[in-house]
Structures are given as structure tokens and as C-alpha cells.
């Protein structure tokens, strides 16, 4: 069965920095993507990056954490990160972590082409 167990949202102020995990389990492949998106309230659900499992190297959907976030794993382990630097008050929202097994479609990052999904984080920016 797999699983997405996400962990590390949180409240910070503007400027401030949060760091998300997300360990996938139950898959038979490491051909994979593990995607992030957000959802501010009252919008739509968006890509911001994925880490390429099989060939280990992220990508940035969303040009305005370009620069402020970054997608890692460590080497021998699961766990992809998503590490939020210089926070602001946009960047609240709800964050899931998400796989999509064809690594064709995950640069699109849309929504409905990521098949497991975890449960969601919440990350507030405010003063």
C-alpha cells in the first residue's frame, strides 16, 4: 500500500524559514516523481517542484520560489524535503506532497496526473 507521510509546517513570520518532509512507502519502483503543491485558501491547487527519484535532480514549477525554496533528498534515503527560506505571507497555504509513477507528465505538475497523496500541511506567514 503506499503511503506519503508528510511532517513540518508550522506558523513563522515574514522572512522566516520552515522546512516540510515527505517519506513515500510502498512502492515498487524508484522511477517516480514526489511532487509538492499549495493551496491558499479560496484558490486552486498548484505545482510548486518535484525531486526525480530515478534520476535524482528537482525541478521548479512555480518561478516565485525560485531562489527562496529548495527540493532535496538525501543520498541511500527516502525522504524528499522542501525547505522554504525567506517566507512570506503568499506562501500560505495547505502543502501536499504527491507522486505521480510516470516521470513523462510530472514536469507539468497537474494536480490530477499525481495519483497518491498525503494528508497536507499547513504553513502560515504572518506577523
Do not use: H
Not at 525554496?69 to 506562501?91: A, R
Not at 507522486?99 to 504572518?126: E, H, K, N
Request: proline residues 6%; neutral net charge; contains cysteine.
Amino acid at each position: 500500500q503506499v503511503q506519503l507521510v508528510e511532517s513540518g509546517g508550522g506558523t513563522v513570520q515574514p522572512g522566516g524559514s520552515l522546512r516540510l518532509s515527505c517519506t513515500p512507502s510502498g512502492f515498487t519502483s524508484d522511477y517516480y516523481a514526489i511532487g509538492w503543491f499549495r493551496q491558499a485558501p479560496g484558490k486552486e491547487r498548484e505545482g510548486v517542484g518535484y525531486w526525480n527519484m530515478g534520476y535524482g535532480f528537482p525541478y521548479y514549477k512555480d518561478s516565485s520560489v525560485k531562489g527562496r525554496f529548495t527540493i532535496s533528498k538525501d543520498i541511500g534515503e527516502k525522504t524528499v524535503y522542501l525547505q522554504m527560506n525567506s517566507l512570506k505571507p503568499e506562501d500560505t497555504g495547505v502543502y501536499y506532497c504527491a507522486t505521480d509513477i510516470d516521470l513523462t507528465t510530472a514536469p507539468a505538475m497537474t494536480p490530477r496526473s499525481y495519483d497518491y497523496w498525503g494528508r497536507g500541511t499547513q504553513v502560515t506567514v504572518s506577523s
